[in-house]
């Protein structure tokens, strides 16, 4: 099995900044990605986020500049530098994991979300 321990999430003015972390443990062969979610109300969970572990990177168009994605290979750790908040980005932000059992089997593990408020 998968655990995902993300932490980071907080209340921060708009123009602010913070940075989650998803630390990823158990009995894993291989990580394929990490990546981050949100789920707007009424909209279904959306991509922040992504990166493989050989380094590649997506964005959703709504933070390009403004998010960094990084990750800790060593660690398998992801991590989500956000700067310049904005209110729309208020959410629960969840850490997603792709890789691979100790069987060599798919597997895909949720967080279980971790609360960014940007006030106005």
């Known amino acids: 099995q998968v655990q995902l321990v993300e932490s980071g999430g907080g209340l921060v003015q708009s123009g602010g900044s913070l940075r989650l972390s998803c630390a990823a443990s158990?009995?894993?062969?291989?990580?394929?990605?990490m990546g981050w979610y949100r789920q707007p109300p009424g909209k279904q969970r959306e991509l922040v986020a992504r990166?493989?572990?050989?380094?590649?990177?997506n964005y959703a168009d709504s933070v390009k500049g403004r998010f960094t994605i990084s990750r800790d290979s060593a660690k398998k750790t992801v991590y989500l530098q956000m700067t310049s908040l904005k209110p729309e980005d208020t959410d629960v932000y969840y850490c997603n994991f792709e890789g691979a059992g100790a069987l060599a089997e798919y597997l895909e593990v949720w967080g279980q979300g971790t609360l960014v408020t940007v006030s106005s």
């Open positions: 990166i493989t572990w050989s380094g590649s990177t």
């Open positions: 158990g009995t894993i062969l291989n990580v394929y990605s």
